[in-house]
């Protein structure tokens, strides 16, 4: 099975940047469609973005657009969250998992079982 394995969280100071990256254990030409999402303490888990696998198509919550870009580079098999402008409430535990974009994104939050690790952003003072 594909798994995804998140990393480059931190803690950083309001305003400040943060690069995530969604690394496939397994190398494909043709990637996945993939998401990330993310849970806050106390909160429920929630969509963030997501990019398509093949044709570019994008998606951001509205809470990040303008902040969050996602990416991709199909030779590394790898997507990424640029986070620019981090407020504290994006603090969260970030995952990356395999979800239709856009449409499959409310199912992939529902149903799925698998989320991993995950990679934690802290942003504060």
């Known amino acids: 099975q594909l798994q995804l394995v998140e990393s480059g969280g931190g803690l950083v100071q309001p305003g400040g940047s943060l690069r995530l990256s969604c690394v496939a254990s397994?190398?494909?030409?043709?990637?996945?469609?993939i998401g990330w999402f993310r849970q806050a303490p106390g909160q429920a888990r929630e969509v963030v973005s997501c990019?398509?696998?093949?044709?570019?198509?994008?998606y951001y919550t509205d809470s990040v657009k303008g902040r969050f870009t996602i990416s991709r580079d199909f030779a590394k098999d790898t997507v990424y969250l640029q986070m620019n402008s981090l407020k504290p409430e994006d603090t969260a535990v970030y995952y990356c998992?395999?979800?239709?974009?856009?449409?499959?994104?409310?199912?992939?939050?529902?149903?799925?079982?698998?989320w991993g690790q995950g990679t934690q952003v802290t942003v504060s003072s």
């Open positions: 998992i395999r979800a239709g974009c856009p449409e499959g994104l409310a199912t992939a939050l529902a149903e799925s079982t698998d």
């Open positions: 397994e190398f494909t030409s043709d990637f996945y469609a």
């Open positions: 990019i398509s696998a093949s044709d570019g198509t994008t």
